[in-house]
């Protein structure tokens, strides 16, 4: 073989050795860094979607939400934390209205509010019982909205603390009121500005009208036998 050739076929077997015969790390525990292998990065646990106790979210529709936000590939998780979060926005919102008209209803009803929202209230029991509403339609009774509207009703009916709360049957329209009764709705006509006769029997720019038919109910409803 002529010299080159020998030359050329040494460098080709030296390269050949030197590939095949890689470096490796030294044995004193800096083997198990190159070992990318090993080190790949578990899959993340998904997390669940979670509602906070407070809002009274039953486990159907949380069960119901969760399929939702698979099924449009939302992360579990942060789904539960937004749906948190805008549950506490209107709940608060909710509770910043009720607050508002319960101080405007206050306002209005003065020294009377604490009267007014008791008989009020006595009147819906007895509505409600009439009824035979359930829980959750109880629950739509109890803001100063209705408040305010039952009391107008139960004052136009003249119901005023008509009967006990949650009788089985309605109070005839005919029944003659009780002597505790009549002593509520002279105090309501006398000191309450929303009833309607209260300007009548109060207010010196009443009508001629406005006093005769304060007068008239007032006769009718309490009449001379109050002060027996």
């Not at 486990?59 to 992360?75: W, Y």
């Not at 209005?108 to 007895?126: A, C, D, L, P």
């Amino acid at each position: 073989m002529p010299p080159e050739a020998e030359t050329a076929a040494a460098a080709s077997a030296t390269d050949t050795s030197t590939q095949q015969q890689a470096p490796q790390p030294a044995a004193n525990g800096t083997a198990s860094l190159y070992d990318f292998e090993s080190q790949a990065e578990a899959p993340a646990a998904e997390e669940s979607f979670v509602l906070e106790e407070r809002f009274g979210v039953d486990q159907s529709n949380i069960d119901m939400l969760t399929a939702a936000a698979k099924e449009e590939g939302l992360p579990l998780g942060a789904t539960g934390r937004y749906m948190n979060r805008v549950l506490a926005a209107v709940t608060g919102n909710q509770q910043a209205i009720f607050d508002r008209q319960n101080a405007a209803l206050r306002a209005k009803w003065g020294s009377n509010y604490e009267t007014n929202m008791r008989t009020t209230g006595q009147f819906i029991g007895r509505l409600a019982a009439a009824a035979e509403l359930d829980e959750e339609e109880k629950a739509a009774m109890k803001s100063p909205l209705a408040y305010k509207i039952m009391h107008k009703l139960m004052l136009a009916s003249g119901e005023l603390n008509a009967g006990a709360v949650g009788a089985s049957a309605p109070r005839p329209a005919n029944a003659p009121l009780t002597k505790e009764e009549k002593r509520a709705l002279m105090h309501d006509m006398l000191h309450n500005p929303q009833n309607p006769y209260y300007k009548g029997l109060n207010d010196p720019a009443a009508t001629p009208k406005e006093r005769r038919e304060a007068e008239r109910v007032f006769n009718k409803k309490l009449g001379f036998d109050y002060f027996k």
